[in-house]
């Protein structure tokens, strides 16, 4: 049986279809499901253009797979289908700025990406999708802006579907936002943890159909569409996209780097085809440059910084290495980030990177125990990225990250022992939407054997920051139960950062 069934309609009798341009070319289709049950979201937006993705599910495959783990995957629709968009100033699209037809094709698992260009800057619009019989929710998005004194974001990362419920993102996408950030750790590959609220459902994938499917499973969650389709996002990567504590081309799940490599890119191209990111990204997944730079006005710079794909090898045991060849980001990145800091003007400047930059002793007393598999495995890479910072003299520079599963915020030194030097820069972490947490005794000992670490929590949910001309502040959000449906969210600690002035100071 065909999963798509195709017939020609003649498009009208739609309340709203006098605002759609006539279809022209589109190809309609009679679905016999909803094809647009993974929501819509936009992302990459600069002050002129934005990027709109949604991705069909055709006559409901996806949910066909996630209802029966043993059953035999079904047979991807081979058809294209084209999809009608349009972007608009108000909600009932009233007022049309633009529309047009992507070919949503199998090459791609039908994901949408449209780069709309020749908009206006720092301005709200409303975006959807038709094709054939079906139509999107309606998503909003804005433009960065070119003239702005405040500009507000959410942080979050960690977000494992079966250790809990996405209710902070319903508190996110209530909240006034102009852009929100992801950190990574957007899927889980596999299941792991205790009191587990809900199942993938699947093993741990390798095949491209397979991270398809769980991402699939992890977009259909209705709070997390909410907040996609209330805000534009950014995303990076960490390492659960692929495998838990990837570097570069080794992992420690794969039997020889040839199997790695090919599920490596397996995994990269369901992350293309699920995030809203520039079409432009499609042309190769062997390597995907995800790391960028984006402008928001005088008042904002935020780099995107990839910690992933040409990190060297993780160090075996837990004694750190100062050797200067090992990179967490790689020469080319590396040189990248200088060039891009040096030539920044921006009043502030976030680099978002996947992980807590500072140094952290997790050992009580005089023995020293480190996490290898962030920037303490990395230590010559942290000094490069700390001197940049430094000798570009970059204006208040703020670094944030996720990965920890807990909150952290912390004093960044170019030599963290030595407890009476200015900060360089000030850190924030945010805690897992959903992953287990460590416990509050590490944490509490971390905070104790590290001065440079102001704060930290087990609690789970989000960060949100509010630039201005003469702070940042930072707010801790959590929510309340996340083992629990509609659980509520709210702020537990405030920080702020001074103009002029690095280093956290506690609300
Ligand atoms: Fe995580």
């Known amino acids: 049986m065909p999963l798509l069934k195709r017939r020609n309609v003649l498009v009208g009798g ?21 094809p647009f049950v993974l929501g819509v979201a936009s992302g990459a937006p600069r002050k002129d253009s934005v990027v709109l993705w949604t991705r069909l599910i055709l006559d409901n495959a996806f949910a066909a797979v996630s209802a029966d783990p043993f059953a035999p995957a079904p047979k991807p629709s081979t058809d294209p289908v084209d999809v009608e968009w349009m972007i608009a100033e108000d909600e009932t699209f009233s007022k049309p700025v633009q529309s047009g037809i992507y070919r949503a094709v199998p090459e791609f698992a039908h994901s949408v990406h449209v780069e709309i260009k020749g908009l206006q800057p720092g301005h709200w619009y409303f975006y959807r999708f038709r094709a054939g019989n079906a139509e999107s929710p309606v998503g909003r998005t804005r433009t960065a802006s070119e003239v702005a004194d405040t500009f507000r974001f959410a942080f979050a990362s960690c977000q494992q579907y079966e250790q809990g419920y996405y209710s902070a993102y319903t508190d996110m996408a209530r909240k006034d936002l102009d852009l929100v950030v992801h950190l990574g750790d957007y899927i ?23 991270f ?60 293309y085809e699920h995030m809203p990111v520039h079409p432009g990204l499609a042309s190769g997944f062997d390597a995907l440059r995800i790391y ?33 060849e090992r990179t967490m980001l790689g020469p080319a990145q590396e040189e990248w980030l200088a060039r891009t800091l040096n030539g920044s003007q921006a009043k502030w400047n976030i ?21 290898l598999d962030g920037w303490d495995g990395y230590r010559a890479g942290r000094g490069r990225l700390i001197d940049v910072v430094q000798s570009s003299k970059l204006p208040n520079p703020i670094v944030i990250g996720g990965d920890l599963h807990a909150f952290y915020a912390a004093d960044v030194k170019r030599d963290f022992a030595d407890h009476g030097a200015a900060p360089i820069a000030a850190e924030f972490v945010c805690g897992s939407i959903t992953s ?8 509490a000992t971390a905070v104790a054997e590290n001065p440079h670490l102001k704060f930290a929590s087990d609690k789970h949910g989000y960060a949100v920051m509010r630039v201005g001309l003469k702070s940042a502040e930072v707010d801790f959000i959590a929510v309340t139960d996340r083992k629990q449906q509609n659980s509520p969210s709210s702020t537990f600690q405030s920080f702020a950062v001074a103009d002029g002035i690095a280093g956290v100071n506690r609300l």
Request: a negative charge; proline letters at 6%; charged letters at 25%.
């Open 292 to 324: 960028d730079h984006y402008r928001f006005g005088d008042l904002l710079g935020l780099t995107l910084l990839d910690t992933r794909q040409y990190r060297s090898p993780e160090l075996e045991g837990d004694a750190a290495d100062d050797r200067p």
């Open 436 to 443: 287990d947490a460590p416990s509050a005794t590490s944490l």
């Open 188 to 210: 889980y590959e596999r299941t792991y943890g205790a009191g587990l609220v809900r199942k993938h459902g699947a093993g741990v994938p390798s095949m491209l159909y397979e």
């Open 351 to 371: 680099i978002a990177q996947q992980t807590l930059l500072s140094e952290r002793d997790t050992k009580a007393g005089p023995a020293t125990g480190y996490n």
């Open 212 to 271: 398809r499917d769980r991402y699939a499973l992890y977009k259909s969650d209705p709070e997390l569409q909410a907040a996609h389709a209330a805000f534009p996002w950014l995303a990076v990567w960490d390492d659960h996209e692929v495998t838990n504590n990837y570097a570069n081309d080794h992992a420690p799940d794969a039997p020889n780097r040839e199997e790695f490599l090919s599920r490596r890119r397996a995994a990269y191209q369901a992350w």
């Open 14 to 34: 739609l309340a709203a279809a006098a605002v759609w341009r006539p279809l022209g070319s589109v190809r309609a289709a009679g679905f016999a499901s909803d």
